[in-house]
């Protein structure tokens, strides 16, 4: 396992157990944390673009000189810089919608445990 997936499992654990025990201040976390996750995964994906549009003029105007048979090394650096780059875009938007699925679980985390707790202690 590498450092960032135990940073992000003690961080998701702590995020947790304070929407558990803390449910008040978890709600004035979240109120204050989404924008602030929102814009910086805005951020990201706007640089990220923007170098995916850099790739591809980079490559649509080395096209024209690129002779019969012969590539130039510029194009299959361009070409793999493009993958890498929608890979890291796809990445990254999985576990950023993942990330903001979990935040707003906790939001409501006490609320489904107050719920299915009155539902058992109607049911016996």
Do not use: C, W
Request: proline content about 3%; cysteine-free; glycine content about 6%.
């Amino acid at each position: 396992m590498t450092r960032l997936d135990l940073l992000i499992i003690v961080v998701a654990s702590g995020l947790a157990f304070v929407a558990y025990k803390y449910p008040g201040a978890y709600r004035v976390m979240f109120i204050f944390t989404l924008p602030v996750l929102a814009m910086g995964g805005f951020l990201v994906l706007a640089i990220k673009v923007g170098d995916l549009n850099g790739s591809i003029k980079s490559i649509y105007h080395e096209l024209p000189n690129i002779r019969k048979y012969a590539l130039s090394d510029q194009l299959p650096y361009q070409i793999r810089r493009l993958y890498e780059v929608g890979q890291f875009l796809k990445i990254f938007l999985i576990y950023y919608i993942s990330g903001l699925a979990y935040l707003v679980f906790l939001l409501v985390l006490r609320d489904l445990l107050d719920l299915a707790k009155v539902r058992h202690d109607t049911s016996t």
